[in-house]
């Protein structure tokens, strides 16, 4: 079993920006895919970034390339959300996911999820 922590959300006006963490514990597999959701009021989640490991691999969503960058600190068992230039429209409970198997995908077919951390973006 693995567990998943989200922390760094909060509030924040336009053009800020936020980093979110997601801390990994319990069986963590040698390899796997983390991904990053998110899930705006009266809206189905919908996929923002995702990196493999080993290799780093990433892929982001049209809506936040080069705005945001997924990473990992493999030390540290923790993957990271740096979130700049932040829209209203990015506002929403965000998610982080693993998956035991290694490829990057936008589905959010992954096995374990962490419990959300609220993100809003005022104008």
């Known amino acids: 079993q693995v567990q998943l922590v989200e922390s760094g959300g909060g509030l924040v006006q336009a053009g800020g920006s936020l980093r979110l963490s997601c801390a990994a514990s319990?069986?963590?597999?040698?390899?796997?895919?983390m991904g990053w959701f998110r899930q705006a009021p009266g809206k189905e989640r919908e996929f923002v970034a995702g990196?493999?490991?080993?290799?780093?691999?990433?892929i982001y969503a049209d809506s936040v390339k080069g705005r945001f960058t997924t990473s990992r600190d493999n030390a540290k068992n923790m993957i990271y959300l740096q979130m700049n230039s932040l829209k209203p429209e990015d506002t929403a409970v965000y998610y982080c996911?693993?998956?035991?198997?290694?490829?990057?995908?936008?589905?959010?077919?992954?096995?374990?999820w962490g419990q959300g951390t609220q993100v809003t973006v005022s104008s």
């Open positions: 319990g069986r963590t597999p040698s390899s796997y895919a």
């Open positions: 990196i493999t490991w080993p290799g780093g691999s990433t």
């Open positions: 996911a693993l998956d035991p198997r290694w490829r990057l995908r936008t589905t959010n077919d992954y096995s374990w």
